[in-house]
Nanobody
Framework: QAELVESGGGFVQPGTSLRLSCAPS????????VAWFRQVPGTEREFVGA????????RYRDSLKGRISISRDRAKNTAYLQMNSLTPDDTAVYFC????????????????????WGQGSQVTVSS
């Protein structure tokens, strides 16, 4: 069973939007910092964005600022990654990650600090 359950990936056209969801499984329980990374085959996993569940801190990859946003639904215990104006360069497998730690902003981009991972969601942007 995946520690984090992801959904929302798919095939979309350039210029459109997509929202990914991430929720801890029952075995994982509550988490305090949630992040998204993405990976293209043959390359290293790349930080996309992260936030503290209590809303006290958010960090986005500089090159994606203005096109992405992260939010949460407390009632559904679900985090979301909203991506707009998608381009083919956004094509990748997107991974949700989480930790029970409240990471400082400067640590959020380091995948080693995350304990729990989702199964990955393929996002393909193509015309």
């Amino acid at each position: 069973q995946a520690e984090l359950v992801e959904s929302g990936g798919g095939f979309v056209q350039p210029g459109t939007s997509l929202r990914l969801s991430c929720a801890p499984s029952g075995q994982t329980g509550s988490v305090n910092t949630v992040a998204w990374f993405r990976q293209v085959p043959g390359t290293e996993r790349e930080f996309v964005g992260a936030f503290r569940w209590n809303g006290s801190g958010t960090r986005y990859r500089d090159s994606l600022k203005g096109r992405i946003s992260i939010s949460r639904d407390r009632a559904k215990n679900t985090a979301y990654l909203q991506m707009n104006s998608l381009t083919p360069d956004d094509t990748a497998v997107y991974f949700c990650a989480a930790t029970k730690s409240n990471l400082i902003i400067s640590s959020m981009a380091n995948p080693q600090y995350y304990t729990y991972w989702g199964q990955g969601s393929q996002v393909t942007v193509s015309s």
